[in-house]
């Protein structure tokens, strides 16, 4: 990590504004890098790119290394003339400040199947050959990646371990059979996923350009339902019928609530014995699609909270020793310095974890909103982060700043309030992006929503929720030249 001080935004893709009933990587996506530009930020934070899983989230994919095809711009492929105008007309009537999943599959799946039917009645040899080259250097994982995809849809979406047992626990002849049987519908997957990645990296060196680094998000945890815990079951722990033999989440909080996650836990001595063979492929797509990558749930490297099938609560529980930096070793050795953040806020074994981040020098990272929950979290107060750290307004898990502050109790505002030097709430997102952009810390990161002073109706996404998140969109309005000049003015005054 470079510890020169800079700043940056958080903005998941999904939240742009676009025609598709869902944010792209369209032409909105290079204004918005421009207005980072104009607003002296140098990065960019996004969530993962990959394709979403239970309730919409990015963190919950069921296959980690693809990416998202809803991400596909289509006025883009209109500009590649794999698309005409005409077949964007009539879209339908989309919300304009909140994605609609649904909709947006069910209009933009039907044209990229059209742009594939075109592609391959008019491209030329040379974009052929591109894809005929993407298709052999990613064969790694894109190959069985749109395999499941077929799959999912031949048997209704249904979770792999209630597919019939021949596929589902892969046996030679079925996969061979079912490849030749789902060829176009494997190739079509293929050129999804060769658009997206070819539109991405068009984005992001267009970012890069311009002075900006792009900040990717690498969950820890993999879907039980994907390709990547189907196709290698040996890395994970469940049972003979593919059911999970341990339950992954955390001990309960001080306030009693209970997490249990629908995540299978990592057999990390089959995983190191192997060498990291499925980790390694991971950090490798990752570092070739972003110039930094935030590891979400960091400490799940050091240990995990395991929880016998059965429980009634996450209380009955205990902690499992992970690899530790063994892991990170070893890619270090094929890759040299990795440009990492860690996300470990896990309280229980928050020491641990940071004594972890600190041996292999990666920042973790500190949360203004966390340092005025109690006194066990004020080293998440602006007045007391390291230089080596990414500080933070808030998170994609978190409420806007005006949200977060109109819920506190009057005691808590006012605690809040004196912090900041403040007389009265006016602005008090302006005050918040001030101290967290004034701290020592080498690397501040604000949400967008913050920038725009928006209140909870602008909040990513709710832990736990399982309807109703990742659907916060923005209106083209309001990313202005006043907007990019002000912010400007409060990163130069910090130093930044």
């Known amino acids: 990590m470079n510890f020169l001080r800079r700043s940056g935004i958080l903005l998941h893709p999904t939240s742009l504004p ?15 890098v421009d207005f980072l ?4 930020q140098r990065l960019w934070q996004v969530l993962p790119l990959s394709p979403l899983g239970f309730a919409n989230s990015p963190y919950s994919s069921p296959a980690v290394l693809a990416g998202n095809p809803l991400l596909i711009s289509l006025e883009n492929l209109v500009r590649d003339g794999l698309l005409s105008p005409s077949d964007l007309k009539p879209a339908p009537r989309f919300p304009a400040g909140r ?15 059209r742009a594939r ?41 249904r979770p792999w371990y209630r597919w019939p047992e021949e596929i589902a626990f892969r046996r030679p002849s079925a996969l061979r059979a079912a490849r030749e049987e789902l060829a176009e519908e494997i190739a079509l997957s293929r050129f999804r996923q060769w658009l997206f990645t070819r539109q991405w990296r068009d984005l992001r060196r267009y970012a890069n350009d311009r002075g900006l680094a792009v900040i990717g998000d690498l969950s820890f945890f993999a879907n039980h339902d994907s390709v990547d815990v189907w196709r290698r079951r040996d890395f994970f722990l469940l049972d003979g019928r593919g059911r999970r033999r341990e339950l992954s989440g955390v001990p309960p ?19 190191e014995e192997a060498g990291f063979p499925w980790w390694r492929q991971r950090f490798s797509r990752v570092l ?20 016998s099938p059965g429980a009634k609560t996450s209380a009955e529980g205990r902690w499992v020793r992970g690899p530790g930096t063994a892991l990170f070793r070893a890619l270090e050795k094929e890759r040299g310095r990795l440009p990492i953040i860690g996300e470990a806020l896990e309280p229980k074994i928050k020491r641990e974890t940071a004594r972890m981040l600190r041996e292999l020098g990666y920042p973790g990272i500190r949360i203004f909103q966390h340092g005025f929950s109690s006194r066990a979290n004020e080293s ?24 977060w502050f109109a819920a506190r109790s009057p005691e808590e505002r006012s605690r809040i309030l004196r912090y900041l030097k403040a007389e009265d709430r006016r602005n008090v997102n302006w005050r918040c992006i001030r101290a967290v952009q004034e701290s020592a810390a080498a690397t501040a990161i604000i949400p967008l929503q913050d920038v725009f002073g928006l209140g909870s109706e602008a909040r990513m996404n709710i832990p736990g929720a399982e309807s109703g998140q990742w659907e916060w969109r923005f209106g083209r309005e309001l990313l202005t030249d006043r907007l990019a000049g002000r912010l400007a003015r409060v990163t130069r005054d ?3």
């Open 117 to 157: 039917r075109n592609f391959l009645a008019s491209a030329g040899e040379r974009e052929k050959g591109n894809l005929e080259e993407f298709s052999r250097s990613q064969a790694d994982w894109l190959d069985e990646s749109a395999l499941f995809q077929a799959l999912k849809e031949r048997y209704g979406g």
């Open 380 to 403: 998440h107060l602006p007045g007391r982060y390291p230089v080596r750290c990414v500080a933070c307004l808030g998170t994609h898990d978190d409420d806007t700043a005006l949200g």
């Open 18 to 32: 676009s025609p598709g009933g869902i944010g792209d990587l369209g032409k909105e996506a290079y204004r918005f």
């Open 37 to 40: 530009a104009a607003a002296g």
């Open 253 to 271: 909080s001080r306030a009693g609530v209970s997490q249990i996650w629908d995540m299978p836990l990592y057999n990390w001595e089959a995983m």
């Open 494 to 496: 910090a130093g930044r």
């Open 288 to 307: 070739d699609d972003f110039d930094i990558v935030r590891v979400d749930h960091f400490s799940g490297f050091y240990a995990c909270w395991h929880i």
């Open 99 to 113: 994605v609609d999943y649904g909709g947006a599959a069910e209009f933009k799946m039907k044209l990229l199947s």
